[in-house]
């Protein structure tokens, strides 16, 4: 009996543990900066850029920074639940223009709708390497004290924003 | 003796396509570019064989074409100019992407499995191996015909001699 069993089992550990490789992403690799203080930036805003947005100036307030750029394919699939997210009003979203063209940065926002609050230019890339970015769009839930609390890599869905992104933002919104 | 001054126009010509031609960074010795000086080009790929490309997970950042990598590469060369060591711009990246930029993960808790399940993997299947030989062999010396098997075997033998001599 012994010698039918044995096999069988050892088949079941490996078909369970390649059952669940098969449900992980090998693209979501989790950011060390989770629950750590969301870098500094200092930038130059999109529509008018001798403005410059501190990183600072969030600070009190939960928002969103939205890693974007109008070559990004991936960029216009989560683009109308991101206006749509804005319009409710629920939490400010700010656009991290990521390595793009001012120009096109502008038409591609005038075409498919303005959901940020604020668009700021990271055009060498520099502060998309102090938050970790790799894979463009990425969304980072920020809370009042400036601590990053949820990382998006890719493209927002109705279901990430559903399960984990809106009661999140409920969560910190009540946080003192 | 129409053309009295054709000898200095032509040349006066062939001078001005001469500069046009003539790449324009021989007409003054540049800065190098970061990217050009060798032994920070040295060191930079040295660090980057063991960092992955996060973009295209198989490659390093040092073998990767992607955007990615190329920004990074920019970064390690600048951070390697501002003199900073190379243990600095391993953390430097290990904060913002974590152990997963690195090809060598570190042993911490997290990882004991990692570096050692192989290891003891192949403990088990030695200790397996070396069981079921002993259970094996013990078997083997078991193994001693009964006696009602041995008559059954004799007479087997001889149906069989019978069988040839008809």
């Known amino acids: 009996m012994m010698r039918y069993l044995m096999p069988l089992a050892i088949f079941m550990v490996l078909a369970v543990f390649l059952l669940v490789g098969l449900t992980l992403n090998p693209r979501q690799v989790p950011s060390p900066l989770i629950d750590k203080p969301a ?15 501190s990183s ?40 991290l223009n990521y390595k793009d063209e001012r120009n096109t940065a502008l038409q591609w926002l005038k075409r498919y709708g303005d959901p940020y609050a604020i668009s700021i230019v ?22 009042k004290k400036g601590i990053i609390r949820h990382k998006q890599i890719g493209p927002v869905t109705v279901d990430s ?8 933002i409920k969560e910190l919104q009540n946080q003192a | 003796m129409i053309c009295q001054f054709c000898n200095v126009v032509r040349a006066i010509i062939f001078t001005l396509v001469l ?40 490659e390093s950042i ?7 990598s190329n920004d990074i590469r920019r970064e390690i060369r600048e951070q390697i100019k501002a003199n900073k060591t190379d243990k600095e711009i391993v953390q430097f990246l290990v904060d913002r992407y974590g ?18 399940g192989p290891v003891i993997l192949f403990m088990i299947g030695l200790g397996s191996l070396v069981v079921y030989l002993r259970r094996r062999r013990l078997q083997i010396e078991d193994v001693a015909l009964s006696p009602e098997q041995i008559n059954e075997a004799e007479a087997l033998l001889n149906e069989d001699k019978k069988g040839k001599n008809v």
């Open chain 1, 161 to 168: 924003l559903e399960k984990t992104i809106l009661p999140l």
């Open chain 1, 122 to 143: 990271d055009v060498d890339g520099k502060v998309g390497i102090d938050y970790g970015v790799y894979g463009v769009p990425e969304t980072y839930v920020i809370d």
């Open chain 1, 39 to 53: 870098p500094k930036f200092q930038l130059n805003q999109l529509h008018e850029p001798e403005k410059i947005m």
């Open chain 2, 62 to 68: 040092a073998d990767s074409r992607a955007e990615f």
């Open chain 2, 99 to 116: 152990d997963f930029v690195l090809y060598n993960p570190p042993m911490k808790p997290t990882t004991i499995l990692l570096w050692f």
């Open chain 2, 19 to 58: 500069f046009l031609v003539s790449p324009f960074n021989t007409w003054a010795k540049e800065a190098i570019p970061v990217a050009e000086d060798p032994e920070i080009e040295k060191r930079m790929l040295a660090l980057t064989v063991d960092l992955r490309c996060l973009v295209c997970q198989n």
């Open chain 1, 56 to 95: 600072d100036d969030n600070l009190g307030k939960v928002w969103m920074l939205n890693v974007w750029a109008s070559w990004c394919v991936a960029c216009r699939d989560e683009h109308p639940l991101l206006v749509q997210l804005a319009n409710s009003g629920i939490i400010p979203i700010y656009g």
